[in-house]
């Protein structure tokens, strides 16, 4: 499955955004589902995590509360709502997919076969 992220954009701190990362070439069944960012000089972060279940669902700490995982499955798509937006929330985005996610490797880059191009958040203070 091929991974499309997008909905990025420049906003002001305490601002929203939503992502979205569509499938194309297959669906999401099966696939847990992931977002992670990449700051400038910064090594990939685990953000958020939806296992295939959709129940099973997991936040970095720096961001419980103010994001939220979720998924359309008509449309084919996961998102990323994110509330007060703080200026360290700024990088890039991208969504990651596996077919075999465990909770022990779901912050790790190399648990995920699929990822998605990546979109820019900017967040000004």
């Known amino acids: 499955v091929q991974l499309q992220a997008s909905g990025g954009g420049l906003v002001q701190a305490g601002d929203s955004l939503r992502l979205s990362c569509a499938a194309s070439g297959g669906t999401f069944s099966g696939y847990s589902v992931s977002w992670f960012r990449q700051a400038p000089g910064k090594d990939r972060e685990f953000v958020a995590a939806m296992f295939r279940s959709r129940s099973n669902i997991y936040y970095a700490d720096s961001v419980k509360g103010r994001f939220t995982i979720s998924m359309n499955n008509a449309k084919n798509t996961v998102y990323l709502n994110m509330d007060s937006l703080k200026p360290e929330d700024t990088a890039v985005y991208y969504c990651?997919?596996?077919?075999?996610?465990?909770?022990?490797?779901?912050?790790?880059?190399?648990?995920?076969?699929?990822w998605g191009q990546g979109t820019q958040v900017t967040v000004s203070s």
């Open positions: 990651a997919a596996s077919t075999s996610l465990i909770m022990s490797t779901i912050r790790s880059v190399n648990a995920y076969r699929n």
